[in-house]
C-alpha cells in the first residue's frame, strides 16, 4: 500500500497569515500516461464529515475559495491556504487514488 | 443538490451483525459508484472499500482489513447502497461515512454523507 505522511501533525496560524500543510507519498502518484497527480486534499471541520477540497493535486472543486491552493508531483505536495480565516480551522487530510486501496495521510490539525 | 445519507448505526454487542444503509439525492444513483469510509474516535479516515457502477460491471473492492466480515451492495431500482457488518468487533466503533464515487476518477470520493455512529460493546 502506498503510505501518506503529512507535516507537521498540527499547526497554528494567526488570522490572515498564510498556512502551509505537506503531504508525501511512499510512491510517486503521478501517472505518465496523461501526467496527473493522482492526490487530493480534504478538509474536516469539528463534527462534520470531510469535504473533498483539490483534485489532480491542484484543482479545485466548485465553491472552494481560492485562498485554497494545491501545488507539488510525484511524492510531495503541499496545501496552501493563503490568508487563513476563521472558518478554516480543521483538519486537512491528502490522499492518493493513484492505486487501490486508496490512502490518506494521517491529518494536520489547523488552528488558529 | 448532492446528499447522502447514512442510517442504521447504533449500539450492537461483539459478534453480531449489522447492515448500514444510504440513501442518496441530487443525481442519478446507477451512475456512481458508491464507497464507504470509517473514522475511529479521534482516528484517521479508513477506507473500506466501494461498489461500482452497474456499468462497470457493479462489482465491490475492499479493504483487506474487512474483507471477510463486510460485504457492499447496491438495489439501484431503490436508490439504496448497503454496508453489510458481520462478527462485529469493539475495533469497529467508529463513524461510518457513505460517500460517492467521482466520475473523474476511481477512488476520488467526491460528496460524503454526515456519518453514522456504529458503537461495537457489550
Same mark, same amino acid.
Given at each position: 500500500?502506498?503510505?501518506?505522511?503529512?507535516?507537521?501533525?498540527?499547526?497554528?496560524?494567526?488570522?490572515?497569515? $498564510?498556512?502551509?500543510?505537506? !503531504? @508525501? =507519498?511512499?510512491?510517486?502518484?503521478?501517472?505518465?500516461?496523461?501526467? @496527473?497527480?493522482?492526490?487530493?486534499?480534504?478538509?474536516?471541520? #469539528?463534527?462534520?464529515?470531510? @469535504?473533498?477540497?483539490?483534485?489532480?493535486?491542484?484543482?479545485?472543486?466548485?465553491?472552494? #475559495?481560492?485562498?485554497?491552493?494545491?501545488?507539488?508531483?510525484?511524492?510531495? %505536495?503541499?496545501? /496552501?491556504?493563503?490568508?487563513?480565516?476563521?472558518?478554516?480551522?480543521?483538519?486537512?487530510? &491528502?490522499?492518493?487514488?493513484?492505486?487501490?486501496?486508496? /490512502? %490518506?495521510? +494521517?491529518?494536520?490539525?489547523?488552528?488558529? | 443538490?448532492?446528499?447522502?445519507?447514512?442510517?442504521?448505526?447504533?449500539?450492537? *454487542?461483539?459478534? $453480531?451483525?449489522? $447492515?448500514?444503509? &444510504?440513501?442518496?439525492?441530487? %443525481? /442519478? %444513483?446507477?451512475?456512481?459508484?458508491?464507497?464507504?469510509?470509517? *473514522?475511529?474516535?479521534?482516528?484517521?479516515?479508513?477506507?473500506?472499500?466501494?461498489?461500482? =457502477?452497474? /456499468?462497470?460491471?457493479?462489482?465491490?473492492?475492499?479493504?483487506? =482489513?474487512? @474483507?471477510?466480515?463486510?460485504?457492499?451492495?447496491?438495489?439501484?431500482?431503490?436508490?439504496?447502497?448497503?454496508? +453489510?457488518?458481520?462478527?462485529?468487533?469493539?475495533?469497529?466503533?467508529?463513524?461510518?461515512? !457513505?460517500?460517492?464515487?467521482?466520475?473523474?476518477?476511481?477512488?476520488?470520493?467526491?460528496?460524503?454523507?454526515?456519518?453514522?455512529?456504529?458503537?461495537?460493546?457489550?
Amino acid at each position: 500500500d502506498i503510505v501518506m505522511t503529512q507535516s507537521p501533525d498540527s499547526l497554528a496560524v494567526s488570522l490572515g497569515e $498564510r498556512a502551509t500543510v505537506n !503531504c @508525501k =507519498s511512499s510512491q510517486s502518484v503521478l501517472y505518465s500516461s496523461n501526467n @496527473k497527480n493522482y492526490l487530493a486534499w480534504y478538509q474536516q471541520k #469539528p463534527g462534520q464529515a470531510p @469535504k473533498l477540497l483539490i483534485s489532480w493535486a491542484s484543482t479545485r472543486e466548485s465553491g472552494v #475559495p481560492d485562498r485554497f491552493s494545491g501545488s507539488g508531483s510525484a511524492t510531495d %505536495f503541499t496545501l /496552501t491556504i493563503s490568508s487563513l480565516q476563521a472558518e478554516d480551522v480543521a483538519l486537512y487530510y &491528502c490522499q492518493q487514488y493513484y492505486a487501490t486501496p486508496t /490512502t %490518506f495521510g +494521517q491529518g494536520t490539525r489547523l488552528e488558529i | 443538490e448532492v446528499q447522502l445519507v447514512e442510517s442504521g448505526g447504533g449500539l450492537v *454487542q461483539p459478534g $453480531r451483525s449489522l $447492515r448500514l444503509s &444510504c440513501s442518496p439525492s441530487g %443525481f /442519478t %444513483f446507477g451512475d456512481y459508484a458508491v464507497g464507504w469510509f470509517r *473514522q475511529a474516535p479521534g482516528k484517521g479516515l479508513e477506507w473500506l472499500g466501494f461498489i461500482r =457502477s452497474k /456499468t462497470y460491471g457493479g462489482a465491490p473492492e475492499y479493504a483487506a =482489513s474487512v @474483507k471477510d466480515r463486510f460485504t457492499i451492495s447496491r438495489d439501484d431500482s431503490k436508490s439504496i447502497a448497503f454496508l +453489510q457488518m458481520n462478527s462485529l468487533k469493539s475495533e469497529d466503533t467508529a463513524i461510518y461515512y !457513505c460517500t460517492r464515487v467521482s466520475s473523474v476518477a476511481t477512488d476520488l470520493y467526491d460528496y460524503w454523507g454526515q456519518g453514522t455512529l456504529v458503537t461495537v460493546s457489550s
